[in-house]
């Protein structure tokens, strides 16, 4: 707990301290700014009882929290530089809309009129270099600084407060943190808190509801499974799963003695993307069939043509912001 005055100000769990003590332990050149600190770390958060829910907020959780020390003029670029990055990912995991919020100074806060007036005025004008809309959340920014919050939008309409990034010139005086800069003198950095998923555990939960359960390929656990028809399939089925296993596909293999349907439904049940299923007319034309787990039946294909059809669902596609 901090006092400013008569306030009393709570703080969140949070590594900042840690990576504040980092970056204070050596000196530092305006040639290595910015510098950017990560981690995934657990950390702890005294929810009520009645708050919590299931993985989607918990006590304890795991939060991909990064920090960036740079210089004052390099505060723009370096937020357009996240801004970029943070839509990447949204659009890699199948989140394409995105509400922005940029929340100003609140009632209780630290610092100066004059760093928050810029500290906005940056955050403002990266979102505008980005052509991202965004609204102003009056009031609702960090005690240290404003933030731009980003808020994903699941396919039920429900809207997720996910990302963030934060400026902080407050903490680096707390601090007492340096570098020299061009003209040979000490100098204040600037501190961006940002985290693009925020609690992994809760986006993880957003995921699952998003896609039903039926992931995009790439982020699948298992991507494939080859079922036969009769045993006389196998080592065609086996030389398939060698060579897909080869392309980096994570493919198992249902040789069981069991019904061709039984089998088909049970890999459709765990959402497996997709069912390779192999009769005698595969095997004579060395061709495959393809069904996904939505229950679409793609049209026979050769081993070449499947693997182009695969090539761009074994990666992560590049987002821009909309």
Same mark, same amino acid.
């Given at each position: ?27 530092? $050149? *305006? ?34 929290? !990064?920090?960036? =020390? ?8 370096? $937020?357009?530089? =996240?801004?970029?990055?943070? *839509? ?20 209780? $806060? ?10 906005? +005025? ?21 005690? *240290? ?9 699941? $396919? ?22 340096? *570098?020299?800069?061009?003209? !040979? +003198? ?11 998923? !925020? ?8 995921? /699952? ?7 995009? %390929? ?69 061709? /495959? ?8 039946? %793609? ?6 043509? =499947? ?12 987002? +821009?912001?909309?």
């Amino acid at each position: 707990v901090e006092k400013e005055g008569e306030q009393t100000l709570a703080l969140k769990p949070m590594n900042c301290p840690g990576h504040f003590s980092l970056f204070a332990s050596t000196k530092h $050149s *305006y040639r290595e700014l910015p510098l950017r600190y990560s981690e995934f770390s657990k950390l702890h958060r005294n929810e009520r009882a009645g708050v919590t829910h299931g993985i989607m907020r918990t006590r304890s959780f795991s939060q991909d929290d !990064g920090h960036v =020390f740079l210089a004052e003029s390099q505060l723009q670029e370096e $937020s357009m530089r =996240f801004i970029q990055h943070l *839509y990447e990912v949204y659009h890699a995991f199948g989140f394409d809309t995105v509400d922005v919020k940029l929340a100003t100074r609140p009632e209780k $806060s630290m610092g100066t009129d004059e760093d928050w007036e810029k500290a906005e +005025k940056a955050l403002a004008d990266a979102l505008n270099a980005s052509k991202v809309k965004f609204e102003i959340a009056k009031g609702e920014g960090a005690f *240290y600084g404003p933030k731009i919050e980003f808020h994903i939008r699941d $396919s039920i309409g429900r809207y997720w407060q996910c990302g963030t990034i934060q400026v902080d010139r407050s903490n680096p005086e707390r601090f007492d943190l340096e *570098y020299i800069d061009s003209d !040979g +003198k000490a100098h204040r950095p600037v501190v961006l808190h940002r985290a693009v998923l !925020g609690s992994l555990e809760r986006f993880m939960g957003i995921l /699952i509801e998003h896609h039903n359960g039926h992931f995009p %390929l790439w982020i699948s656990p298992v991507q494939a499974v080859i079922i036969n028809v009769t045993a006389d399939q196998e080592t065609y089925a086996r030389n398939l799963a060698d060579e897909m296993q080869s392309w980096g596909v994570r493919v198992e293999k249902d040789f069981r003695n069991e019904k061709l349907g039984y089998r088909i439904r049970e890999a459709q049940m765990q959402k497996i993307p997709l069912m390779i299923v192999l009769g005698q007319k595969e095997v004579e034309n060395q061709t /495959i069939t393809v069904r996904k787990s939505t229950g679409e039946n %793609l049209e026979p294909m050769t081993l070449d043509r =499947f693997r182009e059809f695969l090539e761009p669902l074994l990666k992560p596609s590049g987002g +821009k912001p909309h």
